[in-house]
């Protein structure tokens, strides 16, 4: 059954805070209806989590303070694509051997790997959530930086559309009583605007849930240049040229020109100009951010699977805006349709899209939603397989006690993602 409408309430401590933006009425009903679908999954309001308070600390708290890890323990597999090029995946099975209820391809975000602290904390709340997981190296992204040369774009269906075929062959395989595994995506900033891509290009996910994604590569190109942003753009700009010239295959003498000639580049605007946009074959950087931003198909009308946006007013690097122009054509975000046995099916917009949700939160910043109540949910076991998930000692030296189903590893929106795709695996039987 649809969810009770909430009592009236405080939508959040920080509404009544001046913000970066004004609180006009629609970001308010987006907040009141970010609130009922909280509570149909069972999920509490998010709160930051001091003392990591505000959009910069909330971005940085994983650089800040690394998060406590079992080691390593996945199983690579490499992706096959046309042209004798490769790309590396690593897989991990549910946590204390659950049967798996669906197998998850998870993108990481530009500079990232399946290595990142965030990216393999969101994999065990996954994991703990009864789900197998596809953690995907992108061209260029160690560990898989030996197996294809190049660099990744927004829009790398060349690369994508391949991999999510075979992902959905090994879906088939990971449950060997049942036909077929449902295949869902994640996708963590940049990785969240990829799949978002491949799906409108054809790509068949059942679910994706895509967090502080880009819908608009120029607005959010214009974001990242603001001068409260010059240190993330500064990091940002090393990763990636430090990442281009590592290439093991070797770079064009033009390329190597651009990024380390007198006059290298200092936007990401620069950096995609020179490299991103000619290497997948777009005439300019105007040209590759327009092609490349789902947003205007979004708009249009395009179909996607049932799919959540999950952002945050004060994201310092991808502004909401494009999210929130959306919004006019969404229902809240609990509502539901009966299916016809009683149950609910999965909610639908009326035309705008198949079924997409928006979540916005006041807080949280880029890829952060670091929430109160957190720290009781950072358990990491590091047990045979990667598979155990009770005893040893957590990162504070405190005892680790058995995880319950409630009891999740992970921040607030690592829980929030893991609790809406199991909600639609119940919605689909």
Not at 165 to 177: H, M
Not at 198 to 207: K, M, P, S, V
Request: charged letters at 20%; hydrophobic letters at 40%; glycine letters at 10%.
């Amino acid at each position: 059954m649809p969810a009770a409408p909430l009592p009236p309430e405080p939508l959040d401590e920080a509404v009544d805070r001046p913000l970066d933006q004004p609180i006009n009425q629609l970001i308010v009903e987006k907040l009141r209806s970010a609130q009922q679908l909280l509570k149909l999954l069972g999920m509490p309001r998010f709160r930051q989590r001091p003392p990591w308070w505000g959009p910069d600390l909330q971005t940085l708290r994983d650089t800040l303070r690394p998060v406590a890890l079992p080691a390593e323990r996945g199983q690579k597999i490499e992706f096959p694509l046309p042209g004798g090029d490769r790309l590396l995946g690593l897989l991990d099975r549910p946590l204390a051997g659950m049967r798996p209820r669906a197998l998850v391809v998870l993108l990481h975000g530009l500079g990232g790997s399946s290595e990142r602290e965030g990216l393999r904390r969101m994999a065990l709340t996954l994991q703990a959530a009864q789900l197998a997981v596809l953690r995907l190296n992108l061209r260029g992204a160690e560990p898989g930086r030996q197996l294809a040369p190049g660099t990744y774009a927004a829009n790398c269906n060349a690369d994508l559309l391949p991999v999510l075929a075979q992902a959905r062959q090994l879906a088939k395989q990971l449950d060997v009583s049942a036909a077929a595994l449902p295949l869902l995506g994640v996708g963590i900033s940049l990785g969240g605007t990829m799949l978002l891509n491949a799906c409108l290009a054809g790509a068949e996910l059942d679910a994706l849930v895509c967090t502080s994604s880009p819908l608009d590569l120029a607005d959010c190109s214009a974001q990242i240049e603001l001068p409260r942003n010059r240190i993330y753009q500064r990091w940002l700009l090393r990763r990636l040229i430090a990442q281009t010239l590592a290439d093991p295959f070797g770079i064009k003498p033009a390329e190597r020109q651009a990024l380390g000639g007198p006059r290298p580049p200092r936007t990401i605007r620069a950096f995609d100009a020179a490299i991103t946009a000619p290497r997948w074959g777009y005439g300019s950087v105007e040209h590759y951010y327009a092609a490349a931003s789902p947003l205007a198909q979004l708009r249009a009308g395009a179909q996607l699977p049932p799919s959540l946006l999950l952002h945050a007013l004060d994201d310092p690097w991808v502004p909401v805006g494009p999210a929130l122009s959306l919004a006019t054509a969404l229902p809240p975000a609990s509502s539901s349709a009966q299916k016809p046995d009683g149950g609910s099916a999965a909610p639908t917009t009326g035309g705008q899209s198949s079924s997409l949700q928006l979540l916005i939160t006041c807080h949280g910043g880029h890829n952060g939603f670091h929430g109160q109540g957190d720290g009781k949910y950072e358990i990491y076991a590091d047990g045979a397989g990667g598979d155990s998930y009770a005893g040893g000692a957590g990162g504070d030296g405190r005892p680790q006690q058995k995880a319950t189903a409630k009891q999740r590893p992970g921040c607030w929106g690592d829980r929030l993602t893991a609790s809406w795709l199991q909600h639609q695996l119940d919605l689909n039987g």
